[in-house]
């Protein structure tokens, strides 16, 4: 604490207010961070798609190769092998009620399986090229749509392996879509035409119901929670569209460096009490960063960066795992630990099942034992906790301020050459109106430590502000002690080469900013 009047002793330490640029660890940041992420093992090839059953325990499946492999969400190790394919096989998706599970594959084919036999149950011929989209609709369990590089959205009735119905509008590969959470009936694709599309299967035309440009290939496209808004992602850019409100483009992220692969909808966890009932939007890239972006917000709240492009993401309906999937085969499976799982994980051994602690016994306040506890005894819940105020160690400076010898104090902090100490004892002089009295009563060789730090941090953006005038300040009051010596003349020589460097520097990148403003602005307009 600064003392604002003479007189009152200074008994915590000075630290520095000005700080440097940093992220702020913020509640939401310490949930993200909380999925512990461990990759999986490596598989062959990229992990084109990620799906979560809806069913508890929301088992994932990840299509790769010629392969879709079923994970625990509770182990993160694969439980099961689906590899009747004759090509690689793309976009997973599991049924409402998660005993059937359907994927598209490079031969045009989309076959329907059952989750626990891992046997075929149904084959949907009509693509005539690769299927890099199969979604079954929220709740509707009889059909499901597709779409491929043919630019040919079909519905099926998966029963009778027919068309219902077909689409032909898009005029470029077919390669995302979402059902709508509003309508089984309703349903969004996205293309390399760079249109996305909303379809309504009881309109007897066939044609869309509403069309924006997203401006870039889409790479995927999902429907937002309420029904009324849709994410789409395509280029370095994930823009969020007002479906009710005719299409309107509400914004648009930019925040990705190279094309976001895939996004999903994340949700807060019921553990976070206020919080409980936030949505995000989950993007990942082949920059290798996953983003989670708050849509009302219109903001990024949390980054991660992994070794590897991102092709693909989900996250499960509970809330306690999230899964990357990466160009190289490795899938980043994240697990978040709340207390109730962590109590199960300990409890539980192989074969033995859960082991129960023996009840303890309450001590009540009516008990003698209850008034002969130890210091060692654990608080329970509710306890209110008294602390012993933890004793306050004191650098030389702080000392010496505290006894308001403010020259002392300050060669002192000079002779430590912390920066950031340098210029909080700086901060606190200056609240104290004694600063420019300690330069005033510096020796010579006190001087030059002064005028050694300005050369060395006037420059440096985070102290620049304050070390600048005081630098002008010093010049103008020791101007005859600077003259007189030939080590201090040496250090007003370097402190004037590192101004005139950084001005160059300064200039230079105006320069630049001059040259590439205009062409991002051209850019932006394509």
């Given amino acids: 604490m600064a003392a604002d009047q003479p007189g009152i002793a200074k008994t915590f330490p000075v630290k520095p207010k000005l700080k440097p640029i940093s992220k702020k660890s913020t509640p939401e940041s310490k949930y993200w961070k ?10 062959i090839s990229s992990i084109t798609s990620l799906s979560f059953s809806p069913i508890s325990p929301h088992d994932f499946a990840a299509t790769h190769s010629a392969t879709v492999t079923i994970f625990s969400s509770q182990t993160l190790e694969p439980k099961s092998t689906i590899s009747s394919f004759s090509d690689t096989a793309t976009s997973a998706s599991f049924r409402s009620d998660g ?20 046997n075929p149950l149904r084959r949907l011929r009509g693509h005539s090229r690769p299927v890099h989209l199969v979604r079954y609709p929220r709740i ?30 898009h005029k470029d590969y077919v390669r995302c879509g979402d059902g709508s959470p509003a309508s089984d009936d309703m349903f969004v694709t996205g293309s390399y035409d760079h249109r996305i599309k909303l379809w309504d299967v009881r309109v007897s035309s066939a044609s869309s119901v509403m069309e924006v440009n997203h401006g870039k290939p889409v790479e995927d496209v999902i429907f937002l929670p309420s029904g009324g808004l849709i994410a789409t992602a395509g280029g ?4 969020i569209w007002d479906v009710i409100g005719g299409g309107k483009l509400l914004y648009s992220m930019e925040s990705h460096n190279k094309t976001v692969t895939s996004i999903c909808v994340g949700k807060i966890g019921k553990d976070r009490g206020e919080e409980a009932q936030q949505y995000r939007i989950l993007s990942v890239s082949l920059d290798g960063y996953m983003k989670v972006f708050d ?60 082991i129960e602690e023996p009840p303890k016994r309450v001590l009540r306040p009516s008990s003698f034992k209850y008034f002969r506890r130890g210091q060692n005894e654990k608080p329970s819940e509710g306890d209110y906790l008294i602390m012993r105020p933890k004793k306050v160690k004191l650098a030389e400076h702080d000392k010496l301020l505290k006894k308001f010898t403010h020259k002392e104090a300050f060669v002192s902090a000079l002779r430590g050459k912390n920066p950031d100490i340098v210029v909080a004892v700086m901060e606190e002089l200056v609240a104290r109106k004694k600063l420019l009295r300690c330069v005033s009563n510096l020796e010579t060789e006190e001087l030059g430590l002064l005028l050694g730090f300005l050369q060395k941090y006037s420059t440096m953006p985070k102290y620049a502000g304050l070390l600048m005038k005081l630098a002008k300040k010093v010049l103008e009051m020791r101007a005859e002690d600077v003259r007189s010596s030939d080590v201090l003349k040496g250090h007003i020589r370097n402190l004037k080469r590192s101004v005139d460097e950084e001005i160059r520097i300064q200039q230079s990148l105006q320069e630049i900013q001059g040259i590439i403003s205009p062409l991002l602005r051209i850019a932006g307009r394509r």
């Avoid at 909380?34 to 598989?43: E, L």
């Avoid at 359907?102 to 891992?118: E, I, M, T």
């Avoid at 009889?142 to 077909?166: C, M, N, R």
């Avoid at 370095?236 to 823009?239: A, C, F, H, T």
């Fill in 34 to 43: 909380s999925f512990k992420t461990q990759p999986t093992q490596t598989v």
């Fill in 99 to 118: 005993r059937l599970i359907a994927a598209g594959s490079h031969s045009g084919l989309v076959q329907v399986f059952d989750a626990k036999s891992r």
């Fill in 140 to 169: 509707d369990k009889l059909h499901l749509f597709s779409g491929g590089d043919d630019a040919i959205v079909k519905y099926w009735d998966v029963t009778s392996e027919t068309p219902i119905a077909q689409f032909i509008e």
């Fill in 236 to 239: 370095n850019s994930v823009k």
């Fill in 295 to 354: 849509y009302a917000k219109f903001k990024v709240t949390y980054s991660m960066r992994f070794p590897s492009p991102l092709l693909s993401i989900g996250f499960s309906p509970d809330c306690l795992t999230r899964v990357i999937g990466t160009s190289n085969g490795i899938i980043y499976a994240g697990k978040r630990k709340t207390k109730k799982n962590v109590g199960s994980e300990l409890g539980n051994f192989v074969g033995l099942g859960p």
